[in-house]
């Protein structure tokens, strides 16, 4: 079974960092390339960032581009986001997703997600 | 930037038909996914590719596409399909998009 669990959330201040981390299993991590998404409670989804399989491309969503960092570690089954210079509308839940590709293509899709882990980015 | 719109909201009472409009001038050239998120739950795929459903899906879900609107078509509606619906494709860049959502009420 995919498993997806998301930790690293909490409050933070602007301006300030923090990462999130997601331990995937049930699944061969390295055979796809894996996304973070978000959602502001009670609005719509939005993609923040995707890895490829191998960390050899990287993409971002406009409004976190320069501030956030996605990695992964395929040895330990683990995706990460470093986001700094946090603002308030970084607020949300921030999703963990499975990529139906090896890479960060434009007709791909997220086939499995975790629970999310909150961020709140207040002052 | 690019936009997927939909209907804030749907209503149909059970064993009708719903029908969810997803509209972006970019969906002949890429295809679109579904998406259905329960209250106070991870979103589950639906529909990938336009028309194709996981297995493990209910038949009654399906997906169609004609020129730029795609539509998701529930079946028979039970009142477990009462969640949010997202669709999502992709932009000229490559960039992952996401529809604004429709919430659908079984009545």
């Known amino acids: 079974e995919v498993q997806l669990v998301e930790s690293g959330g909490g409050l933070v201040q602007p301006g300030r960092s923090l990462r999130l981390s997601c331990a995937a299993s049930?699944?061969?991590?390295?055979?796809?390339?894996m996304h973070w998404v978000r959602q502001v409670p009670g609005k719509a989804l939005e993609w923040v960032s995707g890895?490829?399989?191998?960390?050899?491309?990287?993409g971002y969503a406009d409004s976190v581009k320069g501030r956030f960092t996605i990695s992964r570690d395929n040895a330990k089954n683990s995706l990460y986001l470093q986001m700094n210079s946090l603002r308030a509308e970084d607020t949300a839940l921030y999703y963990c997703a499975r990529c139906s590709s090896l890479e960060v293509v434009p007709a791909a899709y997220f086939d499995y997600w975790g629970q999310g882990t909150l961020v709140t980015v207040y002052s | 930037s690019y936009e997927l719109t939909q209907p804030p909201s749907v209503s149909v009472s059970p064993g009708q038909t719903a029908r969810i409009t997803c509209s972006g001038d970019l969906l002949p050239k890429q295809y679109a996914y579904w998406y259905q998120q329960r209250p106070g739950q991870a979103p589950v795929l639906l529909i990938y590719k336009d028309t194709e459903r996981p297995s493990g899906i209910p038949e009654r879900f399906s997906g169609s596409s004609s020129g730029t609107t795609v539509t998701l078509t529930i079946s028979g509606v039970q009142a477990e399909d009462e969640a949010d619906y997202y669709c999502q494709s992709s932009d000229s860049s490559g960039s992952y998009v996401f529809g604004t959502g429709t919430k659908v009420t079984v009545l």
């Open positions: 890895i490829t399989w191998n960390s050899g491309y990287a």
């Open positions: 049930g699944f061969t991590f390295d055979d796809y390339a």
